[in-house]
């Protein structure tokens, strides 16, 4: 999934940012651009044209969400660049923000996931693939805060479980490694999420996707 990956990075921490690139490196992607500061990332993101750029919200030279603001136009001028943003806290109006209505390509994770090696290749790897990777620990707090009359009231205990593991980024066979159930029954939670939400099949749409941006709006308005 990594090999010949094409990643930028804007990170002002300079351990932080070297960590990352020693972790992407040895997972096999190529970092073809690194930047301390939101104006040189997206100059570097917009000429090297990478598959994913990884990003801090908050960096130079405003040190308030530089870092968010850049990656937006870069989304906005490259909309086939992945966009994985870190932050140090959750910050539900900037995950929104990020998401907006095309949710393809885009994660939004705590920094501390940068730890665990495995699990952030994984999510860097699923943003450039056009897939999403949402921190777990967002997951939880907005499907813990769902409001009256929202779609999600529609869904069961164990639909909510499985929809909070789908937004992640989970693959069914993961969900049911996780939730220690069978693949065939995570596969039909999911039907039963996509028809409850009204998520009918369409070859232009990622009913996945589509899902995890249902709750967050849901949740987070």
């Not at 959750?90 to 998401?99: G, H, P, R, V």
């Amino acid at each position: 999934m990594s090999e010949g990956v094409r990643v930028v990075i804007g990170e002002d921490d300079v351990l932080l940012r070297t960590g990352v690139v020693r972790v992407l490196t040895d997972a096999g992607f190529d970092v073809v651009a690194q930047a301390g500061d939101a104006e040189d990332f997206l100059r570097k993101a917009l000429a090297h044209r990478p598959d994913v750029a990884v990003v801090d919200v908050r960096m130079p030279p405003g040190l308030g969400d530089d870092g968010l603001r850049a990656a937006l136009e870069l989304r906005r001028q490259r909309p086939d660049t992945g966009i994985l943003v870190l932050s140090q806290f959750y910050e539900e109006d900037y995950a929104l923000d990020l998401i907006g209505e095309r949710p393809e390509g885009v994660g939004y994770l705590l920094k501390e996931r940068v730890g665990d090696v495995e699990a952030f290749a994984d999510a860097v790897g699923r943003v450039a693939a056009g897939g999403s990777a949402l921190d777990p620990e967002i997951v939880g707090r907005m499907l813990g805060r769902r409001r009256g009359d929202s779609p999600l009231d529609l869904l069961s205990p164990r639909e909510r479980e499985v929809l909070g593991a789908v937004a992640e980024g989970k693959s069914n066979h993961g969900i049911a490694q996780a939730l220690f159930v069978s693949d065939a029954a995570v596969e039909k939670h999911v039907t039963h999420i996509f028809s409850k939400l009204g998520l009918n099949q369409s070859p232009n749409e990622h009913r996945r996707v589509l899902a995890a941006i249902t709750y967050l709006r849901s949740a987070g308005r």
